[in-house]
């Protein structure tokens, strides 16, 4: 039945390989092809949009557990829409995509396959980068740790890929950069604009940004605030992993700047004059978040070496307070031991008294009750 479908399906849709061209399909939607070409069966179901559904388990007709990698958006008379097709002013979104879907949409839009793969790369540096009929455009985003307390992130790369036509975006998580985007919680958001989209999604990041180190810099007063209490190891480590983050989020917010100053030398990318203004603000905001993180580092940074003086005034004390103890116990064990040497009795004093060891023992008492009022008059007890 399915071979017998698929043949049905070749005769429906045979269409010829142009180079770089487009086709009619349907009821005159256009799709823009590829140079590389594919078989007709695979244009077919392209062009109905069956992208393949990451499910958690199960077979067919399982309900939840599925979620789709690739998404594409337009935007319509002011409202974003889902469609099935690449068309022109068209957002396709790949969230974790699979190897077939990088490849499809590699060979539908004419983008090489390794610029889709290298958002999906943690090592991958922002960059951008002007490619044949295709503008990629690397920058990180900050996202949670797995498995990390509150406040400790790091930065993995997102792609933006500006064609003729359309706009990509690849992320290898499910960010909430693109989440607001795709909810419809921009205000002026289009997917036809494609550089302002692209500001936009930027600007976003920047703002994710500051919100994130204003959570850190929460989370470094409350460690703060427990000093006076239980000093832990956890909290040494979770000041450790707020200053890691610190370090990362400096590194890529230096790097999207870059990406930045280098976005408004170019001459390529249309942009209008609101565009451009956007751009200043994505710049301002970007600046902001370096400068914020620059800050914050040297606090936690006070933070940490306050907790190594604070531990090292702690054993200092301990150690003065044992110190102390060791010096008022030494008293009644030269007295005692005095009183135990084999020597002459008559010479030790009160040995002819019935009371002598009642006598010694208050002396002893005495004595060290002298000592450690003295001890505590200077501090040490």
Known sequence: MISTHIQI??????PTRREGGVRAAGRGAKLPLAKRGAYPVYWYYLRMGLSRRRCAGGGAGQ???CESMLKIYRTK??????????????WVCLTAPSPDEIRKVATTLDIEPADLQAALDNEESARISLEDGYTLILVDIPSKEKGAGEGVYTTIPLGILLTQEL????CSVDTPVLADFSACRVRGFSTRKKMRFVYQILYRAATIYQQELRLIDRRRQALEANLSGQLEDKDMMELHGLESTLVYFATSLRANNTVMERLTRYKRLEQYPDDRELLDDVIVELRQAIEMTSIYRDDIKGTRELFSAILDNRLNNAMKYLTSITLIMAVPTVISGLYGMNVNADSMPFVGSGAAFGIVCAIIGLVCVGAAWVLHKKHML
């Not at 008379?77 to 068209?90: K, N, P, V």
């Not at 706009?167 to 690849?170: D, M, R």
């Open 77 to 90: 008379d002011q409202q974003l829409t889902r469609t099935a097709a690449f068309e022109e002013g068209c």
């Open 63 to 65: 309900k939840g557990g």
């Open 167 to 170: 706009i990509v975006t690849v």
């Open 9 to 14: 399906v070749c005769k429906m849709a045979a």
